[in-house]
């Protein structure tokens, strides 16, 4: 289980995280919305332990992360997948050496065990045979997917989504928030996500978090968040004309 | 002040970066494949630009000895051993040491610095991987280890670069010869490689550390590839001048 208690954190003076506390639900798709500046990549960057906070505690399974050691903060990280906002995929290596990097790096197997994992990962975003693809041959849906199944190789406990559908176009968007939802449940794999797509808000969002200016706002799930009264929550999904209809078209019924 | 106070600060964070380059690899088949893949990119790639290089400056000192030391009081051996003498002490390990900090250093900093601006660095770190130690301690090793080997390249193109160029200008192959074999001396070699050695920590190190320290976009990748260039160059030639005190 993951649990952030008071975190607060600052750059140059300007505080981007205020006091939050968050209890992830287990085996589900946690999902931090909130407007672009509002702290979520912050956020996500301070659960994994990329920026350490200025006070507070990251929990990992009952253990505080941020005040470990750096050899314990590694074992942690191998319970970890993580899908970055462009991929980051390694462009030196092809699809497959990608994919197997978490594997080769700490685990004691044959190549063929290996092989046969990373076939099983790509099998899993649908991306059978592209082994020896490079990632500067593959569309960004298909970095995605690759990044996804990069992050799962290793048979993580945690996956942690740095907004998987910026870019995508609504269909791409689609497959992979079923795609990450899906492999959530499969493994049983704590998911967080952070996104401003509306979209994976109403599709797969089982526990939803909405940071505004830093602080946590409000919390629930895909089934009260459209009936929200919080103002600033409604204002931040009922903004485009689109859900302002569909406001509306729910209010006349 | 302020100079001092950032010099400090920014030798401090070079330190600590080395501190964490130099640990115990995660896995040591990964490591010695890393070695050899950057044995192949900074050193068997640059085996031409040295050659080249060292055959021109070879020849470029023995024309220059036969030009400024025209006097039938001297030997004519003297052109040859003194052309062996500034090829082995200064002009192979020193030369061409800059010449590799200018295609080595940037190399480096600037794939480090995409690697970080990418995040492909943040996603190792998540993974577990000890990224200073994975990415960097490769290349060091592989620099010290293979930059030797160029310089004794370098000296032995040099030699015969400078044959060709003697001869041209009516030195004896004899003569030459002679010259190069008079009272060798294992202890200019053994110089020139512990230098060598030294400049090539001092490339690799400096270097990494401008490419792991990036911070913003592609913009940043030119301007500490260039820092990485200047600022090995002239560590280089700060330390060559500390080891020619020290060593005669």
Same mark, same amino acid.
């Given at each position: 289980?993951?649990?952030?208690?008071?975190? @607060?954190?600052?750059?140059?003076?300007? =505080?981007?995280?205020?006091?939050?506390?968050?209890?992830?639900?287990?085996?589900?798709?946690?999902? *931090? *919305?909130?407007?672009?500046? @509002?702290?979520?990549?912050?956020?996500?960057?301070?659960?994994?332990?990329?920026?350490?906070?200025?006070?507070?505690?990251?929990?990992?399974?009952?253990?505080?992360?941020?005040?470990?050691?750096?050899?314990? =903060?590694?074992?942690?990280?191998?319970?970890?997948?993580?899908?970055? =906002?462009?991929?980051?995929?390694?462009? @030196?290596?092809?699809?497959?050496?990608?994919?197997?990097?978490?594997?080769?790096?700490?685990?004691?197997?044959?190549?063929?065990?290996?092989?046969?994992?990373?076939?099983?990962? !790509?099998?899993?975003?649908?991306?059978?045979?592209?082994?020896?693809?490079?990632?500067?041959?593959?569309?960004?849906?298909?970095?995605?997917?690759?990044?996804?199944?990069?992050?799962?190789?290793?048979?993580?406990?945690? !996956?942690?989504?740095?907004?998987?559908?910026?870019?995508?176009?609504?269909?791409?968007?689609?497959?992979?928030?079923?795609?990450?939802?899906?492999?959530?449940?499969?493994?049983?794999?704590?998911?967080?996500?952070?996104?401003?797509?509306?979209?994976?808000?109403?599709?797969?969002?089982?526990?939803?978090?909405?940071?505004?200016?830093?602080?946590?706002?409000?919390?629930?799930?895909?089934?009260?968040? !459209?009936?929200?009264?919080?103002?600033?929550?409604?204002?931040?999904?009922?903004?485009?004309? !689109?859900?302002?209809?569909?406001?509306?078209?729910?209010?006349?019924? | 002040?302020?100079?001092?106070?950032?010099?400090?600060?920014?030798?401090?964070?070079?330190?600590?970066?080395?501190?964490?380059?130099?640990?115990?690899?995660?896995?040591?088949?990964?490591?010695?494949?890393?070695?050899?893949?950057?044995?192949?990119?900074?050193?068997?790639?640059?085996?031409?630009?040295?050659?080249?290089?060292?055959?021109?400056?070879?020849?470029?000192?023995?024309?220059?000895?036969?030009?400024?030391?025209?006097?039938?009081?001297?030997?004519?051996?003297?052109?040859?051993?003194?052309?062996?003498?500034?090829?082995?002490?200064?002009?192979?390990?020193?030369?061409?040491?800059?010449?590799?900090?200018?295609?080595? %250093?940037?190399?480096?900093?600037?794939?480090?610095?995409?690697?970080?601006?990418?995040?492909?660095?943040?996603?190792?770190?998540?993974?577990?991987?000890?990224?200073?130690?994975?990415?960097?301690?490769?290349?060091?090793?592989?620099?010290?280890?293979?930059?030797?080997?160029?310089?004794?390249?370098?000296?032995?193109?040099?030699?015969?670069?400078?044959?060709?160029?003697?001869?041209?200008?009516?030195?004896?192959?004899?003569?030459?010869?002679?010259?190069?074999?008079?009272?060798?001396? $294992?202890?200019?070699?053994?110089?020139?490689?512990?230098?060598?050695?030294?400049? %090539?920590?001092?490339?690799?190190?400096? %270097?990494?550390?401008?490419?792991? $320290?990036?911070?913003?976009?592609?913009?940043?990748?030119?301007?500490?590839? $260039?820092?990485?260039?200047?600022?090995?160059?002239?560590?280089?030639?700060?330390?060559?001048?500390?080891?020619?005190?020290?060593?005669?």
């Amino acid at each position: 289980m993951i649990e952030i208690k008071n975190i @607060s954190k600052s750059f140059e003076g300007r =505080q981007v995280l205020k006091n939050i506390n968050i209890q992830f639900a287990k085996g589900k798709c946690n999902l *931090i *919305i909130g407007q672009s500046g @509002s702290g979520k990549t912050v956020l996500m960057k301070t659960l994994v332990g990329l920026h350490s906070p200025d006070e507070g505690e990251v929990m990992f399974s009952n253990r505080v992360f941020n005040k470990m050691t750096i050899t314990q =903060q590694i074992d942690v990280r191998k319970d970890m997948g993580m899908v970055f =906002q462009a991929g980051a995929l390694f462009d @030196s290596m092809n699809i497959e050496e990608n994919v197997m990097f978490p594997i080769r790096m700490f685990q004691r197997t044959s190549r063929a065990k290996m092989l046969d994992q990373v076939n099983v990962c !790509l099998e899993r975003v649908n991306l059978k045979g592209i082994n020896n693809m490079m990632p500067s041959e593959l569309s960004g849906g298909m970095k995605k997917r690759v990044a996804i199944a990069r992050a799962i190789a290793a048979k993580p406990k945690y !996956l942690f989504c740095d907004e998987p559908n910026s870019g995508l176009d609504p269909q791409t968007s689609i497959l992979i928030d079923e795609l990450i939802s899906d492999i959530t449940h499969e493994y049983n794999i704590t998911t967080i996500i952070n996104t401003h797509d509306m979209n994976s808000v109403v599709e797969i969002g089982e526990r939803i978090y909405y940071l505004h200016h830093g602080e946590l706002w409000w919390q629930g799930d895909n089934k009260n968040v !459209l009936n929200s009264d919080n103002k600033e929550l409604n204002d931040f999904i009922f903004c485009t004309s !689109l859900t302002k209809k569909i406001k509306e078209k729910n209010g006349n019924k | 002040m302020s100079l001092i106070k950032n010099f400090l600060l920014e030798f401090g964070s070079y330190l600590i970066l080395m501190k964490d380059a130099f640990k115990k690899p995660q896995n040591m088949h990964i490591f010695r494949r890393q070695i050899l893949h950057e044995m192949e990119a900074l050193g068997v790639n640059s085996i031409p630009i040295v050659c080249v290089i060292s055959v021109f400056v070879g020849a470029a000192v023995v024309i220059q000895m036969i030009l400024n030391l025209e006097n039938p009081i001297y030997p004519s051996w003297i052109y040859g051993y003194a052309s062996r003498k500034a090829l082995i002490l200064e002009f192979a390990p020193t030369v061409i040491s800059l010449i590799l900090a200018g295609k080595c %250093a940037s190399m480096i900093a600037s794939e480090i610095g995409s690697q970080k601006i990418s995040e492909q660095i943040d996603a190792m770190e998540v993974m577990g991987v000890n990224t200073a130690n994975y990415l960097i301690l490769p290349k060091i090793f592989a620099c010290f280890i293979f930059f030797p080997l160029l310089i004794i390249l370098s000296i032995f193109i040099g030699l015969i670069g400078g044959g060709f160029g003697g001869m041209a200008n009516g030195l004896s192959a004899f003569h030459y010869v002679e010259g190069i074999r008079l009272e060798f001396t $294992t202890y200019d070699v053994i110089y020139a490689m512990v230098k060598t050695a030294v400049n %090539a920590l001092i490339i690799s190190s400096i %270097a990494s550390y401008r490419g792991y $320290t990036m911070v913003g976009g592609s913009v940043e990748v030119g301007i500490q590839s $260039t820092k990485a260039v200047v600022q090995s160059s002239v560590a280089i030639m700060i330390f060559n001048l500390l080891m020619t005190n020290l060593f005669f």
